[in-house]
Each structure stands twice: as structure tokens, then as C-alpha cells.
């Protein structure tokens, strides 16, 4: 019993770093050290519980079993068997990456050690690409997963609506005593935006974590009771008391665009980029000039749909550029919509901060 519940573990974690959005295709790049830890998998691990003994089905783009640390196909691999059910074969090999990902975390066996290391896999390739995924196969993968008679099934995938029989499928292999787990998807941060298999009751339904255990920034922004997306930018830093100041609007954040507004004691609201065709306004400088103008934090929103990540780096490498606020980004849409509201009184509750495990703004609600 034990073990099985070790298993849940390892299989949370997957579904975790993969909904955290690692797109490698080499598993060194997996933080399997930092992500360890932070799910308690250590400990078992230290009393010797790596895995033995357990099935455990990867539903996804299948695995790449040539991979030195997931070597072998058939009884004596680490890959016992599955089943391609999109070139309808019994060689389940991965050609994304995603499915190599997911099973790597879970039981890697090599230079790198996944959570369960001697645990055994069945691959099911359900999707070519890791974008499309039909339904139809997930359940005919459930079903030979329940006759294969695995311990575990691992589902970083779903659809984004109600599908009756996808749930019906995962209720059948519970009730067969599989556990079942499954990613809450990356919809977020609204609500009701998980589908199915996630939304099944009977499945272990996991969200995004940040999983950086010293260091990851977490930034929430909150204006007339209403939460926004922001995402701090790297090399910022976290205060350690929420910033509550008016939002004022500074153009694009030059030093021109600043001279008339009245910054000080702000969180600054600018544009991305500039409104000059070729002039480049780098985030640092934005966020120079907004401290310097005395604001107490900046927030940059997207000059193009959809939300970013930037990075605090001058572009004069020599000067000793410094981040001295917290900088911040936020998508369009929000970032015009909050544009929209600004009022002399409109007041915001910004906080910046450490938390090892903090859900991710895009971890469906």
C-alpha cells in the first residue's frame, strides 16, 4: 500500500513539471532535483522505495525507449510493451518528446534518476504532435491499460470540454483499482476551464506549481476586487510588504514619456516595445526610468496578444545595471483593459514574493 501511495506521488510530479511548460527534448533538462524534494519523493526514496514492482501506463506521445536512461523495449526493458494508435502498430516510439518527458520523470534509470527509477512503463501513443489528441484513443488506451493490468495511469493530456466517455473510462479503471491521474491543464487562470479526464471526481487532478524551492517570484495583482495576470520578469526582486499605490499609465516607459506624469509612489502601467518602427526600449530601461521617476513598481503589458516573459538585462553590458523595483508583465488584453479603468483613485494591491509551490497563473482553475 505504501508504494502505491509513492506512486501518486511521482505521477503528481509529472503531471506537474509538464504542465510547468518543459519543452525539452533531453531529460538533463528536467529540474528532477529541485521538483524531488518539493513533492516529499525523497524520503521514500531513502528507505528504498524506488518503484519495484509497479506498472505504470504513460498515455501520451508515446517514449522513446532508445534513450539511455529509459533503454529497452519488451520484457527485460524498461518499456515492458504498449501500443501505437496512431500508426495502429505494437512500437510505441515517441517522435515529439513529450511522452520521453513524462517518462523520464516518473522512472528515468540512467545518468539521471526519475522519481520511481525501477518502476516499469507501458507506453500508449495517442497524439503525433502533443497538440491533437483524439479522445477516442485515450479511451481505447485506458481500456488495454486496465487489461495490461497497470498500477498507474499517468494522463498530461485532455480535452478541453466534457467528453462522457473519456470519464466513463477513468470511473471503470478506478473502480478496477488503477489509480488515475491527470493534468488540470493550461487554461488558466479563469475558472471552469478544465475538461476532461481532469474534471472527473474519481481522478487525481493536478495544477501547475512553481517548483523552484529558494527562489521562485510569485507576483499577484489585485484591483476592485478583481485578479489579474502578472508574471514577474526575470531579475526582478520581491518586496517584502504588498505594494498598495495607485496605477498610473507611462506610454511605452521613456524618459519623454514620463516628464508630464506624475509618477512617484505608482505602479507604473506601460506598453511593451515602442511606437517608434525600429527603436528598441528595452525592459531594464523601462525599468529605470519608472525608479527613477520615483514609481514602486512597473508593469508592462504585451504590444501583441497573448502574455510574455522578459528579462531585466541592459543592453550595455558594461554599465552595472541594477533592478531596483519590481517589474512585472501582463498580456494585452488585461493590460488594455486595466488602461481602461485608470481613474486618479484607481488603487492596486500588488504583492512580489518567494513561494516554493505557488500555482501557476496559466494551472486551469
Known sequence: ???????????????TLLLSNLKTKELGEVYL???????GADLPRTEGFEGNGIKIAVIDTGIDYSHHDLFGFGPSGKVLGG????????QPMDTNGHGTEVAGIIAADGDLKGVAPKAKLLAYRVSETGESVSSDFIVRAI?????????II??????NRTNE????????????????????????????TIGSPAKSFHAITVGASYNNITSSIVSTLEIEKKQYEVIPMRGTIPVSEPVIEKVV????GRYRDLIDVNVKNSILLVERGSDIKDEKVFFSEKEYNAAQSGAKAIIVYNNEPGIFFGELVHPDPSINYKPRIPALSMSRDDGLALKAILRNDTVADLNVFYHPDFVTPFSSR
Open 1 to 15: 500500500m505504501y508504494s502505491k501511495i509513492i506512486f501518486c506521488l511521482l505521477v503528481v510530479l509529472c503531471v
Open 33 to 39: 532535483e529541485k521538483s524531488v524534494p518539493l513533492i
Open 83 to 90: 501500443y501505437d494508435f496512431v500508426d495502429n502498430d505494437e
Open 143 to 151: 481500456h488495454l491499460a486496465m487489461r495490461e493490468k497497470v498500477d
Open 154 to 159: 499517468n494522463l498530461s493530456l485532455g480535452v
Open 165 to 192: 466517455e473519456l470519464d466513463k473510462a477513468v470511473i471503470e479503471a478506478v473502480k478496477n483499482g488503477i489509480v488515475v491521474v491527470t493534468a488540470a491543464g493550461n487554461s488558466g487562470p479563469r475558472n471552469q
Open 249 to 252: 499609465f507611462g506610454g511605452h
